[in-house]
């Protein structure tokens, strides 16, 4: 069950340059002792969660953008057992994995964390990504691959909590399986997806207790977050919103968006561009979409911490959100910086009134 304040956890930099495209950002190398390090510091500082997305092919350009990567799955494994307290949450691709196999991976995983792990729910696909393991169908369209994604939850979240399931539907087959151990978290792991379109919180808000907004201004935003508790109140639900936040700091305001200049100064051009091509986007609009593509992608706060702060709080109040997922450009000073911040964050919510689904 998710705490009932506001959540503050952090988006670890599993792939190669993290959240930020550019040359001039430090250079972040994907690899398990970065993300160990990350979790032992958010653990340490208070965080409410760590989270980390499943890759598996990179964008190229002159960074090299997301070539490297750990597994999701298998690192927060490792990272639950250096961690005492903060939710260690993995992402699955229901494409990907059969939900068998994910029902006993995600109990394992609650197991090692004594009961503290979730799952973030991918229910769409990047062709090329999928398409160089044999994966991708085209036949399936945007509302196919939700069906999928339900079909796989539910049969997930029913192996949780019975002795045998049996199960015919579109995409998945079960005959009398049977998953135990049964998860130690109750009611059980977290649920976390994230989409913005109508179909994608029609998913959330039936199967997940949190999902993740984006967004191209503060004022989409702000609407996102209003449409997935509209659709969640017409079901009799609530949901809780979260959305990502990138935090540039240092020890004025003025040398924090010196800092955020040299980053965009820096985009890799190349690396956005096939990441939008990856997106759908029409090949002769890339070059002009990734001109207008900030170097960092997510809403971005940049001051000294106090100045930080200020301005996560503003955010979370214009966006009505009840927790965000924070990107460093080096984690390490970041999160440092961030444990100094988060009690009068605390104190500023000390509790959110909209309760998980």
Not at 9 to 31: E, H, Y
Not at 65 to 88: D, I, P, Q
Request: proline share 4%; glycine share 8%; hydrophobic share 40%.
């Amino acid at each position: 069950m998710l705490p009932n304040h506001k959540l503050f956890g952090v988006f670890l930099p599993i792939a190669n340059g993290g959240w930020i495209i550019s040359k001039n950002a430090p250079r972040l190398d994907g690899l398990y002792q970065t993300n160990r390090e990350a979790a032992i510091i958010a653990d340490r500082i208070g965080l409410d969660f760590i989270m980390s997305m499943s890759k598996f092919r990179g964008f190229g350009g002159e960074t090299n953008h997301w070539a490297t990567s750990m597994e999701s799955m298998t690192m927060m494994a490792g990272l639950a057992e250096v961690t005492k307290n903060v939710k260690v949450w993995a992402t699955m691709h229901a494409l990907l994995s059969n939900p068998g196999v994910v029902a006993k991976m995600v109990t394992t995983l609650d197991h090692i964390s004594n009961g503290r792990a979730g799952l973030n729910i991918v229910a769409g696909a990047y062709r090329e990504e999928f398409s160089q393991m044999g994966a991708w169908d085209d036949t399936l369209t945007h509302g196919d691959r939700y069906q999928l994604t339900e079909e796989w939850i539910t049969i997930i979240k029913r192996l949780w909590s019975e002795p045998n399931v049996t199960f015919k539907g579109r995409f998945f087959d079960m005959e009398d399986c049977q998953s135990d151990p049964k998860p130690l978290s109750k009611p059980r792991p977290d649920l976390i997806a994230a989409g913005q379109s109508d179909r994608g919180f029609d998913f959330s808000t039936t199967h997940a207790d949190a999902c993740f907004i984006g967004g191209r201004s503060i004022e989409e935003r702000r609407g996102f977050s209003k449409r997935a508790r509209e659709i969640a109140a017409e079901k009799g639900k609530t949901i809780r919103v979260c959305s990502m936040c990138t935090v540039i700091h240092d020890d004025s305001d003025a040398k924090a968006e010196a800092m955020l200049q040299r980053f965009e100064d820096g985009k890799d051009l190349g690396a956005i561009m096939a990441q939008m091509k990856s997106w759908g986007l029409a090949p002769d609009s890339l070059a002009a979409a990734a001109r207008k593509m900030g170097a960092s992608q997510n809403h971005t706060v940049a001051g000294s911490p106090e100045t930080c702060r200020e301005k996560i709080e503003h955010y979370i109040e214009t966006c009505d959100l009840d927790g965000v997922m924070l990107i460093f450009p080096d984690y390490k000073t970041g999160l440092e910086m961030f444990g100094g911040i988060l009690p009068k964050l605390r104190q500023r919510f000390p509790a959110t009134s909209h309760e998980p689904a």
